[in-house]
T-cell receptor
Framework: GDSVTQMEGPVTLSEEAFLTINCTYTATGYPSLFWYVQYPGEGLQLLLKATKADDKGSNKGFEATYRKETTSFHLEKGSVQVSDSAVYFCALSDGSARQLTFGSGTQLTVLP | EAGVAQSPRYKIIEKRQSVAFWCNPISGHATLYWYQQILGQGPKLLIQFQNNGVVDDSQLPKDRFSAERLKGVDSTLKIQPAKLEDSAVYLC?????????????FGDGTRLSIL
């Protein structure tokens, strides 16, 4: 079945540092890929998405490129802020049911 | 637009009691999902509705969990009787439906604690 593997956390960075959170996936078809962010006490918010190979999703300074050859969708940001502290989830949607399969999440803490 | 609304935000019950959660999706969203998120894990799909019909409930523990979506709008998820391992955040999400590219919009969840 489909699965998503995320880099284990927690990740702690200083403000303005470069961020990479690794994500790889296994899917039988041609999935769409997503990054969701969850702030404390809140539900998940869509951060960015990519729907086909070589697509780059971007939002709020975050980027991720759909790499079919390496089955990866790594999240990057050039300069993190304290307000980026949250849990980040990589997910895929595959098949006609359009269901999301999530990774286990990566806790990011950014220190001032 | 108003987001996905869930209530209650928190619930504490003893094991073997029953509990119900409510979800009001974004207006016009045909597809509704219930997820269970155990601490430290990603959300796991419990059930998916398309309008008022069930699309997938293969991961719903049907001996104790039930869900309905009357009139294709609001939905309720019930647990009866609750077990300790049901302690989790229960998330509701909705989407327009259609292609797999339609994003899901999540509510803030109900945090359930079983004593």
């Amino acid at each position: 079945g489909d699965s998503v593997t995320q880099m284990e956390g927690p990740v702690t960075l200083s403000e303005e540092a470069f961020l990479t959170i690794n994500c790889t996936y296994t899917a039988t078809g041609y999935p769409s890929l997503f990054w969701y962010v969850q702030y404390p006490g809140e539900g998940l918010q869509l951060l960015l998405k990519a729907t086909k190979a070589d697509d780059k999703g971007s939002n709020k300074g975050f980027e991720a490129t759909y790499r079919k050859e390496t089955t990866s969708f790594h999240l990057e940001k050039g300069s993190v802020q304290v307000s980026d502290s949250a849990v980040y989830f990589c997910a895929l949607s595959d098949g006609s049911a359009r269901q999301l399969t999530f990774g286990s999440g990566t806790q990011l803490t950014v220190l001032p | 637009e108003a987001g996905v609304a869930q209530s209650p935000r928190y619930k504490i019950i003893e094991k073997r009691q029953s509990v119900a959660f409510w979800c009001n999706p974004i207006s016009g969203h045909a597809t509704l999902y219930w997820y269970q998120q155990i601490l430290g894990q990603g959300p796991k799909l419990l059930i998916q509705f398309q309008n008022n019909g069930v699309v997938d409930d293969s991961q719903l523990p049907k001996d104790r969990f039930s869900a309905e979506r009357l009139k294709g709008v609001d939905s309720t998820l019930k647990i009866q009787p609750a077990k300790l391992e049901d302690s989790a955040v229960y998330l509701c999400a909705s989407s327009l439906g259609g292609s797999q590219n339609q994003p899901q919009h999540f509510g803030d969840g109900t945090r359930l604690s079983i004593l």
